[in-house]
């Protein structure tokens, strides 16, 4: 299986931009459908972002409304990383971001931003908007 690790996390004011990384290692990465989640303090994880694997083999992106406008997920195969690139961010982004995947050969429809769809997670990383 994959394992992966996240980076990019930290401060900004509202209305700025940061870039979160997530770096996959493993047997058969590129085959993962990835995801991007968060968890505001004592509530459960939610889906902000996944890449799945349409039939004919192409990733293809969804975000969450609340955010669509403003995020972008996208995946480098070359480097195996998945990014997720946020700008006009606001003090309810605050929260810790997690990576997900799920696979070996992951397509096909599933709930893409449901966390029980996947059992691989990274260690999360920190995100403070401040306004």
């Known amino acids: 299986q994959v394992h992966l690790v996240e980076s990019g996390g930290g401060s900004v004011q509202g209305g700025g931009s940061l870039r979160l990384s997530c770096a996959v290692s493993?047997?058969?990465?590129?085959?993962?459908?990835l995801a991007w989640f968060r968890q505001f303090p004592g509530k459960s994880r939610e889906g902000v972002a996944a890449?799945?694997?349409?039939?004919?083999?192409?990733?293809?992106?969804y975000l969450r409304d609340s955010v669509k406008d403003r995020f972008t997920i996208s995946r480098d195969n070359s480097n195996s990383t998945l990014y997720l690139e946020m700008s006009g961010l606001k003090p309810e982004d605050s929260a810790v971001y997690y990576c997900?995947?799920?696979?070996?050969?992951?397509?096909?429809?599933?709930?893409?931003?449901?966390?029980?769809?996947?059992?691989?997670w990274g260690q999360g990383t920190q995100v403070t908007v401040s306004s």
């Open positions: 493993g047997y058969a990465a590129s085959t993962y459908c």
């Open positions: 997900a995947a799920r696979g070996p050969a992951c397509r096909g429809a599933f709930c893409y931003t449901c966390d029980y769809e996947y059992r691989i």
């Open positions: 890449l799945y694997r349409q039939g004919d083999g192409r990733f293809t992106p």
